[in-house]
């Protein structure tokens, strides 16, 4: 039987970039998406320095800041 990391897991993705988030920075996220209309949509951008949600029409806010990754973008493949 597999374990629940191994379900959630997918095969052969290559991760592009991640962000860390703290509480803070989630909070900030969801209320771009509460102030979202419907049919409007919020674009996460990761930066060489920053997350940053812009909305449909082009509001941006800064979510928080971003670490340099090298190699594969993925922390969890650092644990293996």
């Known amino acids: 039987m597999k374990s629940i990391a ?21 909070e900030n996220l969801v209320q771009m998406c509460a102030q979202a209309q419907e049919g409007e949509y919020v674009v996460l951008q990761i930066c060489n320095w920053g997350v940053w949600a812009v909305t449909s029409h082009g509001i941006r806010m800064f979510i928080g800041s971003t670490r340099e990754f090298r190699g594969n973008a993925d922390p969890a493949s650092e644990l293996q």
């Open 6 to 26: 191994e379900r959630v897991t997918p095969k052969n993705l290559t991760v592009l970039a991640s962000a860390e988030f703290t509480p803070d920075m989630a």
